[in-house]
């Protein structure tokens, strides 16, 4: 049974995840935020054993918790698709674009995410999913036996992620979402960096974005 928390916070209002599934103590972490003190403070309170950091992609409000999570569980590896790591190396530059406190230099990846790959993490075994558009290196983890996806900043309850940001591009973005969610089970359960939960299904019938876009799943 996959157990799913979620923190959210700061000028974005963005989402960062614990996960685990199974009763153990192994958990890891999906783009901790600027919420991160209080993912930190579960962390330490239910004393979990962190296996790693998931980074869907390294825009600033997606990276900024990082050092502060990294901090508490230092052996907990970082990984990122390499697409993004320029965007990871220059968050200072996206700390100016919006006209916000500079954070320096972040702790460096660990690993590189390639699509296809399979992760097995606090006892959830994960797909990794390229889904560029939003980011270059926007990656999705999908867990099959959790029926979960969580999918950054490529769909939202009725909506889609911004394409305007270095390295957006719309029609990428439009074919991310055709080949690596709408695919999934229409049942499947979609955590977003931003807003509530949802469902592929609900967002295929509903999304204005997407509605008219995608023929029905086939199965």
Same mark, same amino acid.
């Given at each position: ?63 900024? =918790? ?9 052996? !907990?590896? $970082?990984?990122?698709? /390499?697409? #993004?790591? @320029? %965007? &990871? ?78 390295? =957006? ?9 055709? !080949?690596? $969610?709408?695919?999934? /089970?229409? #049942?499947? @359960? %979609? &955590? ?28």
């Amino acid at each position: 049974m996959i157990r799913i928390r979620t923190f959210s916070g700061g000028a974005f209002a963005e989402n960062g995840f614990l996960v685990s599934c199974d009763e153990g103590r192994a958990a890891f972490a999906v783009d901790p935020g600027a919420s991160a003190s209080s993912m930190v403070r579960a962390i330490r309170e239910e004393e979990l054993l962190l296996e790693a950091i998931l980074l869907t992609h390294a825009h600033l409000d997606h990276v900024e =918790g990082i050092p502060a999570v990294h901090e508490a569980a230092p052996s !907990a590896p $970082i990984y990122l698709h /390499p697409g #993004d790591r @320029r %965007l &990871y190396d220059g968050v200072d530059a996206q700390a100016r674009a919006f006209d916000l406190p500079l954070m320096g230099a972040l702790p460096s990846p660990d690993r590189e995410l390639a699509h296809g790959e399979e992760l097995m993490l606090g006892g959830c075994r994960l797909e990794v999913r390229h889904a560029p558009g939003h980011a270059p290196g926007h990656a999705i983890f999908y867990s099959r036996e959790g029926g979960v996806a969580f999918v950054g900043d490529v769909v939202f309850q009725g909506s889609i992620g911004r394409t305007d940001l270095v390295g =957006g591009d719309f029609r990428q973005l439009m074919d991310s979402i055709g !080949a690596q $969610i709408l695919t999934l /089970p229409d #049942d499947t @359960r %979609l &955590y977003p960096g931003h807003g509530p939960e949802t469902t592929v299904g609900w967002e295929r019938r509903t999304n204005p974005f997407l509605v008219g876009q995608y023929g029905e799943h086939p199965s």
